[in-house]
């Protein structure tokens, strides 16, 4: 089993700055995809960022040049810099990875058990 455990949430005004942080443990063979999701209120679950194996990073319109993502492989950790936070930020962030367990296993999806990110005007 793949654990994933996020910290680094928040309450912060609009204009400042929060890190997420997303560790996985467990059985990992290897982490292919790691990104970040979220979830505000009444909306579907969209995608935020993600980071490929190789260091590739894709970004949600909404967030291009206020956030940051980054993994360390060495420890199995993802991580999210949110500067410039904007009200319309607020809402639960998930941690995501596309990993397997053992070399024979296929690639599945985890998901962390959400951080709450509110930002107040």
């Known amino acids: 089993q793949v654990h994933l455990v996020e910290s680094g949430g928040g309450l912060v005004q609009a204009g400042g700055s929060l890190r997420l942080s997303c560790a996985a443990s467990?059985?990992?063979?290897?982490?292919?995809?790691m990104g970040w999701y979220r979830q505000a209120p009444g909306k579907q679950r969209e995608l935020v960022t993600i980071?490929?194996?190789?260091?590739?990073?894709n970004y949600a319109d909404s967030v291009k040049g206020r956030f940051t993502i980054s993994r360390d492989n060495a420890k199995n950790t993802v991580y999210l810099q949110m500067n410039s936070l904007k009200p319309e930020d607020t809402a639960v962030y998930y941690c995501?990875?596309?990993?397997?367990?053992?070399?024979?296993?296929?690639?599945?999806?985890?998901w962390g058990q959400g951080t709450q990110v509110t930002v107040s005007s």
């Open positions: 995501n990875l596309i990993a397997k367990e053992h070399f024979y296993s296929e690639y599945e999806n985890y």
């Open positions: 467990g059985t990992i063979f290897s982490i292919n995809v």
């Open positions: 980071i490929t194996s190789r260091g590739s990073t």
